[in-house]
């Protein structure tokens, strides 16, 4: 069975404020991808990162990185300096390597106030 | 940017009637998917398709829904009679394989309200 728990149902920070948003998931898999999305208020959902589970490096793109920890079973998205267009909800998702069922966790809702 | 879009971006209907949400997944792309999400809720898989043919579909996905390939570019989902509670936000989306390339692209969505 596979599961993505996104235990930050809301959070709010002010503008340059950092921010972690959480991701834990379960599955029985060896080899498998997460990702992290976002959906903005417009409603579509933008791919953000994909990470396979035998790359356990963790990547920096701009003021986004992300903390994968296969020993715990994480993949945490942090946000640096963040600015008001970052409001969105947030969704991570994981997929088995074999299988094309990605299943996402409930999201995190982030408000960035000014 | 090649992108996977959907028509409608809003679709209403009446409770009973049936409804194709339309896409045109990116060119390239072998894999196409159904997501849904009801409002506020988290994003559910229905389907995939692969090959002119289901590959996987959800407990979601029962007899009153259907995909369909029906020419080289749109990918459609019919919902055959629809109910008050398939009202919700339907994402088409496209990968081009499972591998490596395994991102899925995700269209901008039609909103699908049952009356």
């Known amino acids: 069975a596979q599961k993505v728990t996104q235990a930050q149902t809301e959070i709010s920070v002010v503008e340059k404020e950092d921010v972690t948003l959480d991701c834990v998931y379960e599955?029985?898999?060896?080899?498998?991808?997460l990702f992290w999305y976002k959906q903005p208020p417009s409603g579509e959902l933008v791919f953000l990162i994909r990470r396979n589970s035998f790359d356990e490096q963790n990547e920096i793109s701009g003021r986004y990185s992300w903390n994968f920890q296969k020993s715990t079973s994480s993949f945490n998205f942090t946000i640096t300096a963040s600015q008001v267009v970052d409001s969105a909800v947030y969704f991570c998702?994981?997929?088995?390597?074999?299988?094309?069922?990605?299943?996402f966790g409930a999201g995190t809702r982030l408000t960035v106030k000014p | 940017e090649p992108e996977v879009t959907q028509t409608p971006s809003h679709q209403v209907t009446q409770m009973g009637q049936e409804v194709i949400l339309r896409c045109v997944p990116i060119?390239?792309?072998?894999?196409f998917y159904w997501y849904r999400q009801i409002l506020g809720q988290k994003v559910e898989f229905l389907v995939s398709?692969?090959?002119?043919?289901?590959?996987?579909k959800s407990e979601i996905f029962d007899d009153q829904f259907s995909v369909e390939r029906p020419d080289g570019s749109n990918f459609t989902l019919k919902i055959r009679s629809t109910k008050l509670e398939d009202s919700a936000m339907y994402f088409c989306?496209?990968?081009?394989?499972?591998?490596?390339?395994?991102?899925?692209?995700f269209g901008q969505g039609t909103r699908l309200t049952v009356v």
């Open positions: 060119s390239n792309h072998l894999y």
């Open positions: 989306a496209s990968s081009e394989g499972t591998g490596m390339n395994t991102e899925a692209f």
């Open positions: 398709f692969y090959n002119n043919e289901i590959s996987e």
């Open positions: 599955t029985r898999d060896t080899t498998y991808y």
């Open positions: 998702a994981l997929r088995p390597y074999n299988n094309n069922d990605m299943r």
